[in-house]
């Protein structure tokens, strides 16, 4: 049985730094590309980050480049996504999940596998 669990989320102020991890049982990482989500309000779920499963290729949208980067401990089965100068207006649910094939599709139904979320809290 696969599972996915995330952790570090928290309560951070505007312009401070987070990192998550996601913990992975039951499937091999450096066979899965990754990617990391977020659910802010009550819009949809947005891509954020993904690496492959090589761990040599990462991918980000240009809301959050330069500032967030995604990356995988094969060994440990782990992934992270490191948040740096974080805005207010990111507050929400952070999800990782594993693709059914390949990587860097930015479309949630592509990704076969998820975590519960780690709620992420960004004070004014």
């Known amino acids: 049985q696969v599972h996915l669990v995330e952790s570090g989320g928290g309560l951070v102020q505007a312009g401070g730094s987070l990192r998550l991890s996601c913990a992975a049982s039951g499937l091999t990482l450096s066979n899965y590309g990754m990617a990391w989500f977020r659910q802010l309000g009550g819009k949809e779920r947005e891509f954020v980050a993904a690496v492959s499963g090589s761990s040599q290729l990462t991918a980000y949208p240009d809301s959050v480049k330069g500032r967030f980067t995604i990356s995988k401990d094969n060994a440990k089965n782990t992934v992270y996504l490191q948040m740096n100068n974080l805005i207010a207006n990111e507050s929400g649910v952070y999800y990782c999940?594993?693709?059914?094939?390949?990587?860097?599709?930015?479309?949630?139904?592509?990704?076969?596998?998820w975590g519960q979320g780690a709620q992420v809290t960004v004070s004014s």
């Open positions: 999940a594993a693709a059914r094939y390949g990587w860097g599709t930015r479309d949630p139904e592509a990704y076969v596998y």
